[in-house]
């Protein structure tokens, strides 16, 4: 199979079996699964996934998060996204005029967590847009209709899910021309040829981003700068500087007398291993 982001040819990289419950018997259909690493830009992809029927994929999906919201503390190596550090990272960027929040969106919101502490921490309105999640109607959802330009598009433990290049191009197709996308994700060097890695323990895991796979569909994509924040584990990807972010960027540091956000043209490659 090709790269999804560069379409180089993918070679065959390492495989693992889930053996410890309860992730072996929501893979036991599915058996052992084939990672298949790109050479020119590292990124890496579960062939094993992108070939399962959307059934079988939803069964999965649904097996896992049923899993994640029943379980005991603890139990596994799984965290959830830091949502109130998300929520004070997007605030401080917003009141520092570097992003934009009116009519943003959380895409593949989920429970809608993040909308709900901007709401009632910070009086901050984020709509939410989640295809596969059952939800109340309490205003915050958007149908696939309402979806449409978005000054911020934010997206949080959703890129290491996705199975086609057509996924990711529908995300970036709703922010807005001179708008942002804010990704957490994990993205690092270099992808370690480990079955027993961390980020792999979840079994619905399934594409790994490195700094240049990331950096090469951001310019594909036509972003210019971006910004890392540790705390939030995430980074912001402008299209356009409206504003001197650079500047911004070092008041705030000084201003929270912390090494908080880290800016750099092109893609903020942080974390230099894995
Ligand atoms: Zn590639």
């Known amino acids: 199979m090709n790269c999804l982001i560069c379409n180089a040819e993918t070679k065959y990289y390492f495989s693992k079996k889930y053996t410890e419950p309860p ?3 929501f893979m ?5 699964v084939f990672y298949y690493q790109c050479p020119f830009c590292g990124f890496t992809i579960s062939k094993t996934h992108c070939d399962l029927d959307e059934q079988r994929w939803e069964k999965l999906n649904f097996d896992f998060h049923h899993y994640l919201e029943t ?3 603890n139990e ?3 965290n959830q996204p830091p949502y109130i550090q998300q929520a004070i990272m997007l605030k401080i960027l917003a009141e520092n005029e570097i992003i934009n929040l009116s009519n943003s969106v959380d895409y593949g919101g989920g429970y809608g967590t993040l909308s709900i502490l901007l709401k009632k921490y910070f009086d901050q309105s984020i709509s939410v847009y989640d295809p596969f999640m059952q939800k109340e109607d309490n205003g915050i959802y958007l149908t ?8 911020t598009v934010f997206n949080s433990g959703l890129f290491e899910h996705l199975t086609t290049r057509a996924s990711f191009d529908e995300i970036n197709d709703c922010v807005s021309d001179d ?3 804010v990704i957490h994700t994990r993205i690092s060097g270099y992808i ?8 792999l323990n979840p079994p619905v895991h399934c594409a790994f981003h490195t700094n240049k796979s990331m950096e090469i569909l951001m310019e594909q994509w036509g972003y210019i700068s971006s910004i890392y924040c540790l705390t939030g584990r995430c980074w912001v990807l402008l299209k356009r500087e409206n504003v001197d972010v650079k500047s911004k960027i070092d008041l ?3 201003e929270l007398q912390a090494n908080y956000l880290t800016y750099k043209k092109g893609f903020v490659d942080f974390w230099k291993e894995y």
Do not use: A, Q, V
């Open 252 to 254: 705030i540091n000084k």
């Open 192 to 199: 370690p040829k480990d079955p027993d890695w961390f980020y």
């Open 23 to 25: 992730f072996d018997h």
């Open 28 to 32: 036991k259909d599915i058996g052992e």
């Open 71 to 73: 379980r005991s503390d």
């Open 76 to 78: 596994t190596e799984i």
């Open 179 to 181: 708008g942002c996308m």
């Open 144 to 151: 696939k209709e309402e979806l449409k330009k978005h000054p």
